[in-house]
């Protein structure tokens, strides 16, 4: 869970999928979806947000709730160690906002903080299916007030982010595990340590030792390159690269050792990734792994659609809504 908790308090963003614009939250076709669902919701509802990570499906619900004067109560509840307010405070405007909502760090779906039947609304976006199924739903379920819902999109075996998370962690893995890179690098810093006091930058630049060692650094990343050339695949292999390029270009006489203190850096970064990217791998539902959902529900008693929610015409997640 660590790596969730690092990702959430480093990373500025409100989301576990977002990439570019990500503080702006949900968008689109995603947004439109959980509107739907949400507007349905009595005035003055309880949502509770699953898996919140920075708030972004719980802020989705409070500014709905702002916009057509329904004074929904938010809570937002994580497994991760989380502080939206705080992570955000250089966004005075984003800041402000998830202040209006309750947020619970380190508290996991099936250790659900609220009472029973006190709950409107549990709302979840890959999260859910995190947890441990039966529990989660027990959970859950006892919260709900009569009535109350449960909606939740899960990770769908055939999305084009499992899909993507896939390459990434063969990726990932192939450079951080099975390749010499971050080793090579942290020889050439080493070898930098100790030689350039004595030669001096110049002395360092024609120094044999450090040609053959940058050679060496320059054909394995050319050697990832081409072996994993394939366009999605190239993009984590090029953002690696670029990583321990930026170090090099900065290094100088007097910050090899943070130079070295880098390089360890990011190598835990991209090993975090790649532990986020597994979970998301482990958490994608098939047709079956989903209906298990329904079936679980239905033994607690209660009756649960499953679908798909496409985006852009192709499985985004599967959605399972449930009234108790």
């Known amino acids: 869970m660590e790596h969730w908790s690092k990702y959430w308090h480093h990373h500025g963003v409100l989301n576990s999928f977002a990439e570019g614009d990500a503080n702006s939250g949900y968008t689109g076709d995603l947004k439109k979806f959980w509107e739907q669902h949400i507007k349905t919701l009595p005035q003055g509802a309880t949502i509770v947000d699953l898996g919140t990570g920075n708030g972004a499906l719980a802020m989705l619900a409070h500014d709905f709730g702002v916009t057509h004067q329904k004074d929904f109560i938010v809570h937002g509840i994580d497994a991760a160690k989380i502080d939206p307010p705080q992570q955000f405070s250089k966004s ?61 999109v899960m990770h769908h075996h055939d999305s084009k982010l499992v899909k993507d998370s896939k390459v990434g962690f063969t990726v990932l893995t192939s450079i951080l595990e099975e390749s010499p890179l971050f080793q090579q690098s ?17 002395g360092w630049a024609n120094y044999p030792h450090n040609k053959i060692l940058t050679r060496t650094v320059q054909w394995t990343m050319k050697t990832l390159q081409e072996k994993y050339a394939k366009p999605a695949e190239l993009n984590y292999v090029n953002d690696v690269v670029r990583r321990i390029a930026r170090i090099f270009e900065a290094m100088n ?47 607690l008693g209660v009756k649960a659609e499953l679908d798909v929610l496409e985006i852009d015409g192709s499985p985004f997640g599967w959605t399972l809504s449930l009234t108790k």
């Open 92 to 152: 005075p405007a984003l800041a402000k906002k998830l202040k209006k909502i309750t947020f619970h760090s380190e508290t996991p779906i099936e250790r659900s903080p609220f009472n029973e039947a006190s709950v409107d609304a549990f709302v979840a976006q890959f999260a859910l299916e995190y947890g441990q199924r039966d529990e989660a739903l027990k959970a859950t379920l006892k919260s709900l007030k009569d009535n109350g819902q449960l909606i939740a």
């Open 253 to 299: 006489a007097d910050n090899i050792q943070e130079s070295r203190n880098r390089l360890a850096h990011q190598y835990h970064l991209l090993n975090d990734h790649r532990l986020r990217l597994k979970d998301q791998l482990d958490a994608a539902l098939t047709k079956k792994d989903a209906s298990a959902y329904v079936k679980a529900s239905e033994k």
């Open 186 to 202: 942290d020889m050439l810093l080493d070898l930098a340590a100790q030689a350039v006091p004595q030669l001096g930058a110049e």
